[in-house]
Structures are given as structure tokens and as C-alpha cells.
T-cell receptor, first 113, second 114 residues
Framework: GESVGLHLPTLSVQEGDNSIINCAYSNSASDYFIWYKQESGKGPQFIIDIRSNMDKRQGQRVTVLLNKTVKHLSLQIAATQPGDSAVYFCAENINNAGNMLTFGGGTRLMVKP | DAGVIQSPRHEVTEMGQEVTLRCKPISGHDYLFWYRQTMMRGLELLIYFNNNVPIDDSGMPEDRFSAKMPNASFSTLKIQPSEPRDSAVYFC????????????FGSGTRLTVV
């Protein structure tokens, strides 16, 4: 994801609808990806991860899709709930770049009741 | 498991003062990371340690910032002297070895320098 400076991209969805949050990455050497959720006043919280040898991974109500051809990652949240309102970050681990994660700029998800 | 513990949660200080942020990683985790988060720059990695040894400090803004990890259960990030532009939320995160690179973050310290 790209840093967006002062303004985070925002996705507004109706409660009960599905949400899709997207993230683009640029380094083809990235071999591991994570989605984090950050609620107001809290630290980022791990949601789900995926390795580059996979193209899909499912968790509880969440699915991560990885398209290495176009270097695109998405997080799908089924039946979005008010408690899902937060900022979502994608992070990537670049192979042979040490043990550091590089974080995208984040997307704010707002769930309307 | 109490998670990653940071203190204080909030710190307000005057410009020029020394600020010390503290972190207790999850027991058994051998990597510790310090991040800074601002609206303008998002999450920035400042420094990380492996087995208490600093590995990469290229993200530390300038000499006013220093970090130490005297043992496996404690790390500090110090700013001396502090400046208003240091105002941000500072996060500590830790991770263990193995095949997962996922970090566990603390709740952060919100620093305001006036």
C-alpha cells in the first residue's frame, strides 16, 4: 500500500454487507503478507496472513486473496459488523530483507448501522 | 499472556525535556521492534533488536533518539532533547522465531511535546 499522508482512503459499507479492502505492493521479492486491524487508541492487531505460495486463505469471516501477477492483495470481510470499523493495514515481508515488515498506509473501514 | 506492555500510555512533555518510553515484549519472543505512527507518515520502523542486539537502526530520525534492550524482557526508547515534531504514537512490537513473521503490538505511547 502507499502512504497517503494526511488522508486515509475510506471505505464505507452497510452493516451486513461484505467489505473488500485492497492493497498494492511493489516488491516481487515479498514472500509473506499480513493484514492488521487497528482500532482507535489501540495497537495494530493481527488478522490473517498468507504466504506467497498461496493465492487464498480463509479465516473466520475474513478471506485474503493474493494476486502475484499484478502484486495485489485484498482482504474480504463477510457480513461486516460495526465492530469491524477500524483502519486496516497490509504488511509485507520482503525475502532476504531481514525480519522487518513494511506497512502500507492503511484504509479506514466505516460500518453504517 | 499479557501481551506486549508499553508505558506510559500517554506522555506530555515540554520541548527540550528527555522522554523515555518503555516496553516489555512477550516472553520468549526474540525480536523487538519500535515503530512511530503519525497521520503524515503512517507506521515507520525506527529500530529493531534480535536477541537484545540492535540489528537495524536506520529508521531512527536523528541522534536525539536512542534505544536500548538491556535484557530479553525490557527495552527503552529515549528522546533527548524532545521537540514538538516528535509528537506521535510510539509502538513496540515483538515476535518469536519460526515461520510466522507476524508481530504482536503493544497499545502504544501517545507522546505530545509542547
Amino acid at each position: 500500500g502507499e502512504s497517503v499522508g494526511l488522508h486515509l482512503p475510506t471505505l464505507s459499507v452497510q452493516e451486513g454487507d461484505n467489505s473488500i479492502i485492497n492493497c498494492a505492493y511493489s516488491n516481487s521479492a515479498s514472500d509473506y503478507f499480513i493484514w492488521y486491524k487497528q482500532e482507535s487508541g489501540k495497537g495494530p492487531q493481527f488478522i490473517i496472513d498468507i504466504r506467497s505460495n498461496m493465492d487464498k486463505r480463509q479465516g473466520q469471516r475474513v478471506t485474503v486473496l493474493l494476486n502475484k501477477t499484478v502484486k495485489h492483495l485484498s482482504l474480504q470481510i463477510a457480513a461486516t459488523q460495526p465492530g469491524d470499523s477500524a483502519v486496516y493495514f497490509c504488511a509485507e515481508n520482503i525475502n532476504n530483507a531481514g525480519n522487518m515488515l513494511t506497512f502500507g498506509g492503511g484504509t479506514r473501514l466505516m460500518v453504517k448501522p | 499472556d499479557a501481551g506486549v506492555i508499553q508505558s506510559p500510555r500517554h506522555e506530555v512533555t515540554e520541548m527540550g525535556q528527555e522522554v523515555t518510553l518503555r516496553c516489555k515484549p512477550i516472553s520468549g519472543h526474540d525480536y523487538l521492534f519500535w515503530y512511530r505512527q503519525t497521520m503524515m507518515r503512517g507506521l515507520e520502523l525506527l529500530i529493531y533488536f534480535n536477541n537484545n542486539v540492535p540489528i537495524d537502526d536506520s529508521g531512527m530520525p536523528e541522534d536525539r533518539f536512542s534505544a536500548k534492550m538491556p535484557n530479553a524482557s525490557f527495552s527503552t526508547l529515549k528522546i533527548q532533547p524532545s521537540e514538538p515534531r516528535d509528537s506521535a504514537v510510539y509502538f513496540c512490537a515483538s515476535r518469536g522465531g519460526g515461520g510466522s513473521y507476524g508481530y504482536t503490538f503493544g497499545s502504544g505511547t501517545r507522546l505530545t511535546v509542547v
